[in-house]
């Protein structure tokens, strides 16, 4: 009697999740891609953002259409005098156009409602609720994005000044709002963006609750 070979499979190699595999392929393709061509990708991208044309481009940095259309398409590699004609043409500096190449899309901060940090501020004393629905972990602060509730138990209103602009878009309520010998009426779906080093702040409460946003960007 002839005993049945039963051939085996080969064992499986483990499956790498979709997100994984896609990032590791978005990271392989991006290092493989030549520097010329990463560079004549952005010119392009500016240059149309810009709504011009290569002739456009050719008469603002004396380089012709058909070596423009080259370098674009890497198929040609541009000198640094070139590429900083180009950059000046466009509008941007030479560091900038190197920074755009690096295949980098910058970084994302998602902050859940049961996240958002209440923090003590100047108007905390005085019944201000502020809750901070950012957080700068970089070298250099560039703006603080506060959501802010008032109320009429609040015995009195302060008065700011800090540096930076602010901007603050009214939710609900009715403020009458100081800035510097001004005053002015916020309500809800209104939008105020001011100077920050100017006194400022809340000069009357005209409900009997208030929520707005407050971002204070700063100059870097």
């Known amino acids: 009697m002839v005993k049945a070979r039963v051939r085996r499979a080969p064992p499986r190699r483990p499956r790498q999740p ?3 595999a896609a990032k590791s392929q978005r990271s392989h393709d991006t290092a ?4 010329e061509k990463r560079i004549g990708e952005v010119l392009k991208q500016l240059r149309l953002e810009a709504n011009l044309t290569l002739a456009d481009l050719s008469t603002g940095s004396r380089i012709s259409s058909a070596m423009l259309s080259r370098i674009e398409n890497g198929m040609a590699t541009a000198s640094l005098d070139a590429l900083e004609r180009l950059c000046l043409a466009l509008g941007i500096g030479l560091s900038d156009l ?3 190449t690096d295949g ?3 970084t994302a901060q998602l902050v859940k409602r049961s996240e958002q940090m209440e923090v003590v501020r100047v108007g905390t004393k005085y019944g201000y609720t502020y809750k901070l629905l950012s957080y700068d972990k ?4 560039l703006f603080d994005p506060f959501f802010i509730e008032m109320d009429k138990k609040s015995q009195s209103y302060p008065r700011f000044s800090h540096p930076g602009t602010e901007f603050i878009y009214m939710l609900q309520g009715r403020v009458e ?3 510097g010998d001004l005053t002015y009426l916020l309500e809800p779906g209104d939008a105020f963006t001011f100077s ?3 006194v400022h702040g809340p000069e009357r409460l005209l409900d009997e609750h208030a929520r707005f946003l407050s971002i204070i960007m ?3």
């Open 98 to 100: 190197f920074k755009r």
């Open 32 to 35: 493989n891609v030549p520097l």
């Open 138 to 141: 970089g070298p250099k602060k």
């Open 104 to 106: 980098k899309k910058g």
């Open 218 to 220: 700063y100059s870097e």
């Open 177 to 179: 709002y100081r800035f």
């Open 18 to 20: 979709a997100a994984q």
């Open 196 to 198: 920050g080093d100017v």
